[in-house]
């Protein structure tokens, strides 16, 4: 149980930086609210049909259902087999498809954070042939250990995309409540800094407090042996990530807005009684 729900939860998680690559095409007028209830929908009701008819397979043909799952539906409902078995397939053409164009554009923000690097659509199409041949070529060398090999990848996403969530979504609603210059991300010396490196020291701390705690095919953590190899890592890493982040956060900003780090050349420093400035003003952005 547990592990379908850190797989489950590992899936939810990946499509994150989809939103990322795919929201930038929407309108600047485009509502917060909207982008959010509109990719929870389409995740939930996309993935959750297909987890349905697989939990009820597995609780239906037992070890039955094999490697073969596909095929196990197919011939328990013959009647509309070919349906079945377009609607799975087809189902999987969406997200394979934008996998690769969101590899490119991870690759593109490594050579060029700004953005600015050209990229013809002629390279796009050039990576993205180049990006599915060589994973295709992975999968096939993997034969019949494909779906193991799977499971494992999608553990140690887990295992890593915990703590980055969990600085993600700490920042966004309970640090900045949604408060961005976006622009000023590309700046180097912007109000956000080349790095926070207390970010990065949490997030790599976080993955250490996991690994006592992790259960999968390739290692197992004393805890996770006293729990009777229950793998409840991706809990440990929400919590202490987001807490050990909040903090964090929370003390830079305070520093940032106290009177003394807000002084500027050109600005006398607000008494103390204004160190509660909007995280919107001059002052909150002005020091990184």
Not at 18 to 41: C, G, I
Not at 111 to 131: D, E, H, I, M, N
Not at 165 to 171: P, W
Request: with cysteine.
């Amino acid at each position: 149980m547990l592990l379908a729900i850190s797989i489950f939860a590992s899936w939810q998680i990946t499509w994150a930086p989809y939103v990322s690559d795919y929201s930038r095409y929407l309108p600047e007028s485009t509502p917060a609210k909207s982008t959010f209830w509109w990719t929870y929908l389409g995740a939930a009701a996309g993935g959750s049909w297909v987890m349905v008819i697989g939990a009820f397979a597995a609780v239906v043909g037992g070890d039955a259902l094999g490697d073969n799952s596909i095929g196990f539906l197919a011939h328990r409902f013959p009647a509309v087999s070919g349906l079945l078995v377009a609607a799975l397939v087809l189902g999987g053409i969406p997200g394979s498809a934008q996998s690769p164009y969101g590899a490119f554009l991870t690759a593109l923000s490594g050579v060029s954070p700004t953005g600015r690097a050209k990229a013809a659509p002629r390279a796009r199409a050039l990576f993205t042939v180049a990006f599915t041949a060589v994973t295709t070529v992975f999968a096939l060398l993997a034969g019949a250990h494909t779906m193991a090999l799977f499971q494992n990848i999608i553990l140690v996403l887990l295992y890593l995309l915990i703590p980055w969530t969990a600085i993600n979504l700490t920042d966004y609603y309970l640090v900045r409540h949604g408060d961005y210059d976006v622009r000023a991300f590309f700046r180097k010396d912007g109000p956000y800094g080349r790095c926070d490196t207390g970010a990065v020291v949490i997030f790599l701390l976080t993955i250490a407090a996991e690994i006592p705690f992790i259960n999968c095919p390739f290692y197992e953590g004393p805890v996770a042996k006293a729990l009777g190899d229950a793998d409840i890592s991706w809990i440990i890493g929400l919590i202490v990530g987001a807490l050990a982040y909040y903090l964090h956060a929370t003390h830079r900003r305070a520093s940032v807005l106290s009177p003394t780090s807000a002084k500027t050349p050109t600005e006398p420093a607000p008494s103390s009684g204004h160190s509660d400035l909007p995280s919107g003003s001059t002052a909150s952005h002005g020091s990184a």
